[in-house]
């Protein structure tokens, strides 16, 4: 197994070392619902403005539906018209990573979760200033929690 990771933790303000999760597809399948496994596991993708957050405008810290890293701030979502939650930026570059999609005949650059690998979706480069780039999230792959308590 690899060395800890660093992951920005939104809760304690700072970059911590933690332990990558790593589980089989049967692991995974065994404790998620099934439209997050489908998305988050098997790169699947939920229907335009059908996701529970394409429309949300509640604040707090959207995190990885299947290990609970911190993913993006309520503060950088915007409405992209797309039909999916889109943000102009990941809380922690060191949250997400990036990989060449080819799928769907298109050349793409899918977002996925740095702990778990869990896939989230796609960035693309449309997105308002000052980042210029839209991650174009599923739903299904997010959980909003509630802004943590300042210290």
Known sequence: MQG?????????????LVE?????????????????????????????FTGAYHDSHEDGIFTCACCGT???????????????PSFSSPVDPRNVRTAEDRSHGMVRTEVLCSRCGAHLGHVFPDGPPPTGKR??????????????ASK
Do not use: H
């Open 4 to 16: 800890k990771i660093p992951i920005f933790s939104v809760k304690s303000g700072r970059v911590e």
């Open 20 to 48: 990558p999760i790593v589980k089989t597809g049967e692991e995974w399948k065994a404790i998620l619902p099934k439209q997050t496994f489908e998305i988050a596991r098997q790169q699947a993708t939920e229907p335009a």
């Open 70 to 84: 911190d993913l993006f701030d309520a503060k950088a979502k915007f409405d992209s018209g797309t039909g999916w």
């Open 135 to 148: 991650y174009c999230m599923n739903s299904g792959a997010l959980k909003l929690v509630k802004r943590y």
